[in-house]
């Protein structure tokens, strides 16, 4: 309900070892991608670490990390992603690259209302963003 990027996600209870599984249908271009990641917590870190487990990416691999600066925070996703096209990914790398770049932006947005890209730089190759 927060943002429009993102149409469902379902969370399991925790695990013994406080992973969760989470299940999300985001909206990607004219359509939608679904997965299940695995996603553990680092609280001394404050980090998220998530894997996909099933789904529609081959790879989709990834860290939320958020740090305290000044009276905000800023926050880095770092993920790498294969979409499992290999004669299509110098076309489908960039495009879902950009995709998965705005739909952080709009989550984090949602989130936190104020939320804004601090580094537009492009200096990841394939599908790393």
Known sequence: ELTSAVQEVDLEPADA???????WTVHFRNG???WTER?????????????Q????FAVFTGTWR???VGSGSEVTFDSAFDLGIPTLASI??????SALRSNILLILQG??????????????????T
Do not use: N
């Not at 996603?39 to 894997?51: C, G, H, K, M």
């Not at 489908?92 to 690259?97: N, S, Y």
């Open 66 to 68: 958020v740090v305290p």
């Open 39 to 51: 996603d553990s917590f680092e609280p001394e870190t404050r980090t998220v670490v998530f894997e």
């Open 17 to 23: 070892d406080g992973s969760v599984l989470s299940r």
């Open 32 to 34: 939608l991608l679904r």
């Open 92 to 97: 489908l790398d960039p495009v879902a690259k």
């Open 111 to 128: 989130l936190l209302g104020d939320a804004r890209e601090l580094d537009t730089e492009d200096e990841a190759v394939g599908g790393r």
């Open 53 to 56: 487990v099933k789904g529609d």
